[in-house]
Every structure is written in C-alpha cells, then in structure tokens.
C-alpha cells in the first residue's frame, strides 16, 4: 500500500535549495496568485488543467473525472516518487513558469514549498469553503500551517500507525500483547530468547522515527511567524531515542534493511513478531509475507504511560495548487472532488492503496470489512481510531529531506557500533539549522 511513497527515499539534499529564497521569512512569502489575494472566480470557458502524482492508477481516477466534467478537462502526468524527482522537477518548473496546475506532495514537503513560495493560497476557492470540517483535524493543519484564513493543499491520504503483531506467536508463547512500551521492551527480552526479534529497527525510515517521537509528544520545528526553532533532541525525542537504544544494545531488534528481500523474509519465516507501521503496512505484509496469512493481527500503538490513547503518522500527502495555475478555482474543485468524492476515493483505494484524509472515506466498503490476511479482524477500525489520536500540532520543517538523510546517516553509525541513536538526532539538528541559515532562512535552535 504505496510503500514506495510514503517511505523516504535517499535524495539529493539540494532538492532545499532548487529555488532562490527573496525575502524569505517565517513560513515564507505569500503566494502572489490572484486566488490568495481573494479574487479566486470560475474561468470563463474550457479549461484544460494539468496534475502531476505517482500514485498508480489516478489515471483512472483522471478518466473519471474527466467523463464527468467536459468543461473542466484535467491532463494526468506521471513522475518518481516525490523526493525521488518529482519535487526537484515541481521547483524546476515552477522557477521557469512552467508548472502543473496540481501536484501531489507529501506532508513532510509541504513546508519546503511554502518557504519557497511555490504554493497558491486557495483558501478563496469557492470549492474549498467549509472543506475543513470533511478532513481529518491533524491533515487539515498539515496543509494551512495553522495560519489564518490560509489553504495551501487538499488532504489526500493519510498513515495512522498501529500495532501489527503475530497472533499466533504470541498465544503460543504465552507472551501478553504489550499496550504500554515498558510492556514491549519486556516482550523483547522474551522473544529474544525464543531466538527472534520484536521488530527491526529502519536506519533509512527516520520519517518512521518521527512518527514515534509525534505520538510521544515531541515536536521538532515549530514557527512563531518569523522564525524557526528546531529542536530534535527535545524531552519526549531523546526519550525515544533512548528507548530504541537500549533494545538496539541488547540486540533485541534486528537491523536489516527496510522493504529489502531478507526484511520481507523475515517476516514470512517468523523472525519478526511485530511492526509498528502505517496503514498502508497492511498490504505490505500481505504481499512480502504470503506465508503467515491468517497469523497476523493488529492493535493500538503502545502508549508511554496506561490508558492513554495517542498515535503517531507515517506517510500521507495532499493535492497542491501550485504557483503559476491560471485556473485556481478549477484546480480546487477538483482536488477537493479527488479527495472527497465516494466514487473517487473508493478507485484511489482500490488502485493506489490509499488510506484516505477524507473522514467519509474511513467508512467506505474497503475500510468496514474483515480483513482475510488479518483472520477476518476489522483491522481497519483500529486505523481509524488511531488517526483521531493524531496530535494536529506536529510540524514538519522546511529542509526534510535534507534532515532525513543527515539522521539516517547517524543511525547507521548507531547500528554499527558507533555513536548513539540521540546522536544522529543531535547531529542532525545542528546540520538543519546551518542548512536554514545557509538559506537565509530565519532559525533558532
């Protein structure tokens, strides 16, 4: 369920840069389109728009769209997964006055976009008015930045996580499914000595880890208006960093690599007993592990202390305006159509994997059946109960990816013997606050 997506693929750390920054400050300057400024009215005639994703099968969408709007007739255009080029491309084409009218782009990107004014504000769109209330709370601060009266994007899909754990392991071994994560690291003990893993630790997967440290409570980048404060070393961060620490010294996880041929093995031969994943881990596990169908089940994230009810993300994106669109009010008609629409949602489903924000799309047939893999368990309730536990305050920064890639760096180091998991966090806040300096983008930290 679009792995390939919602995981961060190593990319150039010039993606930061790919825009020259004039007077950029805070979130970064308003977008100049003739929608933010409120003037965001239908466009006389036909209009032909463009949209750009990687999700496999929205052509399909597209066509549907397309059979149902003559007037309103939306090119589809395909490209890599967004950090993989479709971004370096989105920043290229908007600096030569080239870009698609809609692009999809992922939470974690959005903030680059907007310091880099490469978004349309199209809270002025008619086809926007009230959208609020039809997402789910955490998505819709994703895509307005907590600013007033400000859209940026259109919630797409979401990544809730949760527990996936064998069933049949743990019944057999007598071992309690753990609910708290003191319950998980006593678990891990146990099951070492049985002569498997609780889980594997992803060195590459750090937007995996901050999915941890936002269901913990940490915040990483906050912004005041003005300026940015990065701090991934604050309280709840170093606590989970020391948390995983202690089982990575006590080699009670593995350390293979995320999604390869020996991880999915893993699974399928029992090493691995549980994942804490996404949404979209559901079919992953189906399609990498054949042989435990059946075996699996899933539970709520373990909480830090009993009895509470928080869940981290991991993955999801939107549907952009980017800067440029001639047709802004078109382009938010059907983004809002895209991510709201039953028929819509339901194709982007069954096609691309996605977990919709939309908060009808949790109660499409896809989402409120028994899940065959899963011994028939409404698995998908447990996701949509997690992604009202989502803390909405949690913000990305504006230099991600370069972010990602300097903290995997250090988890590497970390898995080999060198150096700390909070090291790699320590290391990689300094490095993102000389990157935002080196932007001119106001910092602190």
Partial sequence: ?????TRMVAAAVGLTAALALTACSGQGASSTSTAASGDCKPSSGKVDLTFTTWVPGMDKVVDLWNSKNPNIQVKFQTGPNGNSGTYQNFFNQIKAGNAPDLGQIEYDALPNFRVQDGLTNIAACQPVSGAQSKFVDWTWNQVTFGENNAVYAVPQDTGPIALFYRKDLFQAAGIPVPTTWDEYAKDAALIKAKGAYITNFPKTDVNWFAGMVWQAGGQWFKNDGSTWNVNLTDDKSTQVANYWQKLIDAGEVSKLASFSDDWNKSFDDGQQWTWVSAVWGASTLETGAPNTAGKWAVAPMPQWS???SKAGDWGGS?????????HPYEAAKFAMWLN??????????????????AKAGADLPAFTSGQAFYGGQKIYDVFKQASGQVDPNFTWGPTMTQTYTDVSDGFGAALGGSGTLLDALKTGQQ???DALKAQSIPVKG
């Fill in 1 to 5: 369920m679009m792995k390939a997506r």
């Fill in 306 to 308: 009993a009895g509470d």
């Fill in 318 to 326: 939107s549907t952009a305006v980017l800067k440029g669109s001639k």
């Fill in 340 to 357: 709201t629409d039953p028929e819509a949602l339901a194709l982007e489903n069954k096609l691309g994997g996605l977990y919709p924000a």
């Fill in 431 to 433: 490095k993102t606050i």
